[in-house]
């Protein structure tokens, strides 16, 4: 049996989730972002009690179809964002196609009616929350995070950082407020 989860966004989360099923006693075989393989069914009851232990962690238990594809989309690219591994020549929807085993017009569509946001553009939002991150932590420099994120130059990056945030990357760095969103709630 197989559950799907909304706002799994990393392995705390894994833990969470992890938590909730090993404190309800159900035997879980396999738990990645965004789903839980369970080794046998449960009832109805038991997955109700699982259900309210989720939305009172900040989770949601996912019943639709294209609600899962939308949750294994966010997953795969905050995934692919946070691996800090994007080459220059990256095409998110050869990417997505590969990953999900269906064809990009199809895996498009259906995100941009139910997230009122196209894929480039949440892939985009996630990149520079991505960016907003990396500056806080001053881990690396401009050039590198450009480099690990898959700009073609430091003056994209920048520009598309300014577009989305109104700051350039250097006045948001000398803020130094936490102007960062939740990715699950990008």
Do not use: W
């Amino acid at each position: 049996m197989k559950i799907f989860i909304k706002n799994m966004v990393c392995n705390r989360c894994i833990s969470a989730v992890s938590k909730i099923f090993e404190d309800a006693g159900i035997d879980v075989a396999q738990i990645r972002l965004g789903e839980v393989e369970l080794k046998s069914e449960i009832s109805e009851e038991v997955l109700n009690n699982i259900e309210e232990n989720l939305i009172n962690t900040g989770f949601e238990r996912i019943k639709d179809s294209s609600q899962q594809l939308i949750e294994k989309i966010k997953n795969l690219i905050i995934t692919k964002i946070g691996s800090l591994d994007i080459a220059e020549n990256f095409v998110l929807s050869e990417f997505l196609s590969a990953n999900l085993h269906k064809d990009y017009s199809l895996i498009s569509k259906t995100f941009s009616q139910t997230e009122n946001v196209t894929l480039e553009q949440f892939f985009i939002l996630q990149k520079i929350e991505k960016v907003k991150e990396l500056l806080l932590y001053n881990e690396f420099t401009l050039t590198e995070i450009s480099a690990k994120l898959g700009y073609k130059s430091v003056q994209h990056l920048s520009a598309q950082f300014r577009y989305s945030t109104g700051f350039s990357p250097t006045e948001f760095k000398k803020l130094k407020t936490n102007n960062r969103k939740a990715l699950d709630l990008i």
